[in-house]
């Protein structure tokens, strides 16, 4: 962040000595210390006299509208048949809610945030422990036979119906900006786990979470972040009753939550039960399993094409990173949106399949029919991005050999003389000298080793060149490059070693393989882009780090301009 935004603050402040310190950073945090504890976070945030109207927007609303399909066109609404169902007006433009969900009982559930800013700093607990306030919440109301009376009915089965400090409205209560949920279809088989409903919720300053929410039930926001207490204070309020999450994962491993589906398709009999989610802003695919005897739900990481499983044929093995939303379709098969650039109005975006190449469900035992869409695009005939490639072996086996059988004894006949047989040469080892040993007479030659900073591509057979796990040389040994803070500009120092003019690409999470015969040499590289190699960018040291090789950074290099 330093090195990026550095270059911003003689744009942001007229005081030539700041411009003067840009460069140092030590001495520029010193300098901008405030004596005044009250202008410091967190308590800016919570101070009334302070925060009053920062971030503050007006005229800013949560609008529930209903719409009728169009008569000419049954994939598109009538927009003149607008009703507004609810509106909830907002203090800050941000922490808008992330779904709409109609559940099994046909009601709808309405996922709505805290109001923005930061800390919802609104009222004396904050609007989503505010059980009078219909923002950081989950909403339940019927909106069927609405075409008389009133737009939308509480269902009577709401947990605070009759309690006259709160919104006959709300489900669910304590939660800050919950991103994608979805209900559980239920085990094929048994139909067990069928209509529970998983939330992604998005965390504060220190950890994400997923959230298994019940009826009436407080999830903890603003007093608890996670596992952590927030608002201290609030926090040891005795009546909270909070709920804590079935999971929560620190920013170390990403910075907001994107929730997903329990797997319940046909196709890959390994994923059912399996609660698949993911991350904007690092990437990463999780997953949770329930144990159903202790009721812990058991993490793990969902690696996208690691290994000879994954490698060919025909296997996307990367994905652009920056996961907006997973979706299922009639036969429960999983699918997620991703971009290229953290952002959700990104021009660009793939809509990528969850398949499981270890297993699939034996032919024919899949026969569910997808309803027909009439659609009014042009059919676009599908082109595979990967090409099979046979795999050639690395060291051809020695055709057959008769076996031979003991000569008999024969009397001494006239023969012509056998050809005398050349000795065999011995195998050249890779990477070493013809003959394995130093020839007599000749001094040894080593090979010499590379500068300190130099670095090399490493890739899965098959893969193109200029992309692969990047390891450098420093301090007279190979190792490989962490992850953490690991981007484009980083990317872009390492492609420019190897004579390529672009980076199109920064990749994690050990995408190229894991190199667990080497050291781990450097971690929290952060560059500026114009470095000469990856030892001139800070770093955490020459060997120190706090990662291991399953976070193994890689680069995809290019000749020409990606953006173009």
């Known amino acids: 962040m330093w090195q990026t935004c550095r270059g911003l603050f003689r744009h942001l402040s007229p005081d030539r000595e700041l411009w003067a310190l840009e460069g140092n950073r030590a001495k520029f945090c010193r300098y901008l210390s405030l004596d005044d504890a009250d202008y410091c976070f967190p308590r800016l945030l919570v101070n009334k006299n302070l925060n009053s109207n920062l971030g503050r927007v007006f005229d800013e609303w949560i609008r529930i509208s209903e719409f009728r399909v169009s008569a000419d066109y049954m994939n598109t609404v009538d927009h003149g048949s607008e009703r507004i169902i609810l509106e909830i007006e907002e203090p800050a ?18 996922f709505t945030g805290d109001g923005g800013m930061a800390g919802d700093p609104f009222g004396k607990f904050g609007n989503a422990q505010n059980k009078s306030a219909l923002l950081g919440k989950v909403l339940r109301i019927d909106v069927d036979h609405n075409e008389r009376g009133p737009l939308y009915r509480i269902p009577r089965d709401n947990p605070f119906v009759g309690d006259p400090a709160a919104r006959p409205e709300v489900y669910a209560l304590g939660v800050r900006n919950m991103w994608r949920c979805s209900f559980d279809r239920g085990d094929p088989a048994t139909g067990a786990g069928r209509g529970r409903l998983f939330c992604g919720d998005v965390g504060q300053n220190k950890f994400e979470e997923v959230d298994l929410v019940e009826r009436g039930r407080n999830y903890g926001w603003r007093a608890r972040e996670g596992y952590e207490c927030y608002d201290r204070k609030l926090c040891a309020n005795a009546s909270l009753d909070d709920v804590l999450p079935i999971f929560a994962y620190p920013h170390k491993l990403g910075k907001s939550v994107t929730g997903g589906y329990v797997y319940r398709g046909c196709e890959y009999p390994n994923l059912n039960g399996l609660y698949i989610f993911g991350d904007f802003m690092s990437g990463r695919l999780m997953s949770l399993r329930e144990n159903l005897e202790t009721g812990q739900w058991r993490y793990s990481e969902i690696c996208m094409g690691r290994g000879q499983t994954c ?8 994905y652009y990173p920056h996961i907006i939303s997973f979706a299922e379709d009639e036969a429960g098969e999983l699918y997620f949106m991703s971009t290229g650039v953290p952002s959700a109005t990104a021009a660009r975006g793939v809509v990528y399949k969850v398949i499981d190449p270890s297993r699939r469900a034996p032919p024919g035992k899949c026969r569910i029919q997808p309803a027909q869409v009439k659609v009014r695009s042009h059919l676009i005939r599908f082109v595979p991005k990967e090409k099979f490639i046979r795999r050639a072996e690395s060291t051809p086996r020695p055709p057959a050999r008769a076996p031979t059988q003991a000569p008999r004894r024969r009397r001494p006949t006239a023969a012509a003389p056998a050809p005398t047989p050349r000795p065999a040469r011995p195998t050249r080892r890779p990477g070493g000298r013809r003959g394995g040993g130093r020839r007599r007479g000749r001094p040894g030659t080593a090979d010499p080793a590379p500068p300190d900073g130099a670095v090399r591509l490493v890739r899965p057979a098959g893969l193109s060149p200029g992309r692969g796990r990047v390891e450098v040389f420093a301090g007279g040994r190979w ?51 114009s470095e000469r190699n990856l030892l001139e960018c800070t770093h955490a040291g020459v060997g120190t780090h706090n990662c291991g090789h399953q976070e193994d950074a890689g680069v995809v290099c290019s000749h020409e301009d990606p953006d173009l």
């Open 93 to 110: 433009s941000n922490h808008n809610g992330g779904q709409l969900l109609f559940g099994d009982d046909g009601y709808l559930y309405i």
């Open 311 to 318: 490698a060919f044929p025909g296997l996307i093995n990367n």
């Open 479 to 529: 190792g490989t490059v962490c992850d953490d803070a690991w981007d484009t500009k980083a990317a872009a120092v390492v492609c420019r070693q190897l004579g390529f003019a672009h980076a199109a690409r920064a990749a994690k999470r050990a995408e190229f393989g894991e190199g667990r015969a080497l050291p781990i040499l450097l971690d929290d590289v952060r560059c500026a882009g």
